[in-house]
T-cell receptor, first 114, second 115 residues
């Protein structure tokens, strides 16, 4: 069975601080996909990134960066120089190729204080 | 760019009533997924359709049914509503099997309140 664990329930930082959101996953599949979604207070789910299990290259997109380590089954997300607009719940999710459903973690609520 | 459209955005029903939620996927997307997110919970997969056929099934109650139509829009029908069905219902769409993209793009959700 698949499982995604986001141990950090809530994180509070002050604007301009860097923050890392942790994600640990479990799967028996050799090919799988990892995702991060952002859910702002308005409620919608916004796609941020997809990472394939066979591609461990880290990725940077502006202030966002992702660190995928297959050896530790982790896919962590770092926001550099956080801003108030980054305040949201962030979900890590896992998908295998057989069943295209997303298995979500419980989410991490990030509050960025001005 | 066009996004996933869901209607209605808000719905209030009483116990034992029925509800129908609609989802219009991104143009050219042929796969639709339904998720349920209870208060303070993570989204839970209910059911998905690819090319108008059910492709995967999750924790969807027997009181719920869904289908995908020839224009690829999908409807989630919910009967004998219970208080516990109060949740945010998301529809997501993606390009289907055999394609290289796996991203699911979510609609804004329908907030269902059962009283």
């Amino acid at each position: 069975a698949q499982k995604v664990t986001q141990a950090q329930t809530e994180i509070s930082v002050v604007e301009k601080e860097d923050v890392t959101l942790d994600c640990v996953y479990e799967t028996r599949d050799t090919t799988y996909y990892l995702f991060w979604y952002k859910q702002p207070p308005s409620g919608e789910l916004v796609f941020l990134i997809r990472r394939n299990s066979f591609d461990e290259q880290n990725e940077i997109s502006g202030r966002y960066s992702w660190n995928f380590q297959k050896s530790t089954s982790s896919f962590n997300f770092t926001i550099t120089a956080s801003q108030v607009v980054d305040s949201a719940v962030y979900f890590c999710a896992l998908m295998d190729t057989g069943r295209r459903a997303l298995t979500f973690g419980s989410g991490t609520r990030l509050q960025v204080q001005p | 760019a066009a996004g996933v459209i869901q209607s209605p955005r808000h719905l209030i029903k009483e116990k034992r009533e029925t509800a129908t939620l609609k989802c219009y996927p991104i143009p050219r997307h042929d796969t639709v997924y339904w998720y349920q997110q209870g208060p303070g919970q993570d989204p839970q997969f209910l059911i998905s359709f690819y090319e108008k056929m059910q492709s995967d099934k999750g924790s969807i109650p027997d009181r719920f049914s869904a289908q995908q139509f020839s224009d690829y829009h999908s409807e989630l029908n919910m009967s004998s509503l219970e208080l516990g069905d109060s949740a945010l219902y998301f529809c997501a769409s993606s390009l289907g099997r055999g394609r290289e993209t796996y991203e699911q793009y979510f609609g804004p959700g329908t907030r269902l309140t059962v009283t």
